[in-house]
């Protein structure tokens, strides 16, 4: 079954804060996440373990409640760049396999 | 440039023509994989090739045929196709595992009318 993301959207003025989430029913060994502009391909952001992690990359981290089976995106003071479909991937444990399996994604517009 | 590259880049079929997608990694990753991205949907899993050899096949119709003769050339062959199938059609490769992150191709538009 897919990670649930929230919101399914959202719009920000540059220099905002927002935050993703995915939250799944199953337990999980991993969350990974995904940045996809229009027209390209996803590109990789970053993956957290079980264990309950936090990771940064630049101004974009996350973190992975274990208890909760849920992870958060964190964007903070955005930028136009950050701009796209953000999506999470779910890695079921145990017996996930190979099987990474994606939720809807967020639309995320910064403005200026 | 991701170092996955796909081609075409768009594709209209009708439901009797008979295509083949390309994928090829530059990256010396060992495994490979086909996603199907449709609108409003997530992206879904189709196949999954590690060493050449499948080991995911995420229950999907036979019109969709994979070929993986090498670790570095990825096919998906077409046929008999339905209106449905239409969507974009992502590749990906890693190292080893999905347990790493993906390198993503920017996908065949497929449109079947």
């Known amino acids: 079954q897919q990670p649930v993301q929230s919101p399914q959207a959202v719009i920000l003025r540059e220099g905002e804060d927002a935050v993703i989430n995915c939250s799944s029913s199953?337990?999980?060994?991993?969350v990974h996440w995904y940045r996809q502009k229009h027209g390209e391909a996803p590109v990789f952001l970053m993956i957290?373990?079980?264990?309950?992690e936090q990771k940064g990359h630049e101004k974009i981290s996350a973190s992975f409640n274990e208890k909760k089976q849920q992870s958060s995106l964190y964007l903070t003071a955005s930028q136009l760049s950050y701009s796209g479909t953000y999506f999470c991937?779910?890695?079921?444990?145990?017996?996930?396999?190979?099987?990474?399996?994606f939720g809807t994604g967020t639309q995320l517009k910064v403005e200026l | 440039e991701t170092g996955v590259t796909q081609t075409p880049r768009h594709l209209v079929m009708g439901m009797t023509n008979k295509k083949s997608l390309k994928c090829e990694q530059h990256?010396?990753?060992?495994?490979m994989y086909w996603y199907k991205q449709s609108a409003k949907k997530p992206l879904e899993l189709m196949f999954v090739?590690?060493?050449?050899?499948?080991?995911e096949n995420n229950s999907v119709p036979s019109r969709f045929s994979p070929e993986c003769p090498n670790s570095s050339h990825l096919f998906l062959h077409l046929h008999t196709l339905q209106p449905e199938d239409s969507a974009l059609y992502l590749c990906?490769?890693?190292?080893?595992?999905?347990?790493?992150?993906?390198?993503f191709g920017s996908g065949t538009q497929l449109s079947v009318l």
């Open positions: 990906a490769s890693s190292q080893e595992t999905s347990l790493e992150k993906l390198f």
């Open positions: 199953k337990a999980l060994y991993s």
């Open positions: 957290l373990l079980k264990g309950g």
């Open positions: 991937g779910t890695l079921a444990w145990p017996g996930g396999g190979n099987k990474l399996t």
């Open positions: 990256l010396g990753h060992n495994a």
């Open positions: 090739y590690n060493f050449k050899e499948q080991t």
